[in-house]
């Protein structure tokens, strides 16, 4: 079992930047994909970003070049950083586990989640 707690969600009006991390315990393994997701209210959960094991990074095209992810395997922690948020960012965000390590970006494929963060953007 893996273990994944997220923090840093918030209210931002747009523009503004937030900061999410996601804290994994349990049976962890670098080797594991980790990932964002998120669910706006009415719409299906998305894939956000990615890391891999090798440290390459994916992004859903709606986010690629404001949004960064990033890992700290020490601390056995993933981060968001979102910049020049918009309101359609606005949804619940989800720390997810592939134990793929070549996955990562598929919702039907994801083992763990984390419980969600709340992001809001006002404009």
């Known amino acids: 079992q893996v273990q994944l707690v997220e923090s840093g969600g918030g209210s931002v009006q747009a523009g503004g930047s937030l900061r999410l991390s996601c804290a994994a315990s349990?049976?962890?393994?670098?080797?594991?994909?980790m990932g964002w997701f998120r669910q706006a209210p009415g719409k299906e959960r998305e894939f956000v970003a990615t890391?891999?094991?090798?440290?390459?990074?994916y992004y859903a095209d709606s986010v690629k070049g404001r949004f960064t992810i990033s890992r700290d395997n020490a601390k056995n922690t993933v981060y968001l950083q979102m910049n020049s948020l918009k309101p359609e960012d606005t949804a619940v965000y989800y720390c997810?586990?592939?134990?793929?390590?070549?996955?990562?970006?598929?919702?039907?494929?994801?083992?763990?989640w984390g419980q969600g963060t709340q992001v809001t953007v006002s404009s």
């Open positions: 890391i891999r094991w090798t440290d390459n990074t």
């Open positions: 349990g049976r962890t393994d670098s080797r594991y994909a």
């Open positions: 997810a586990t592939d134990l793929n390590p070549f996955g990562g970006t598929s919702v039907g494929n994801v083992d763990y």
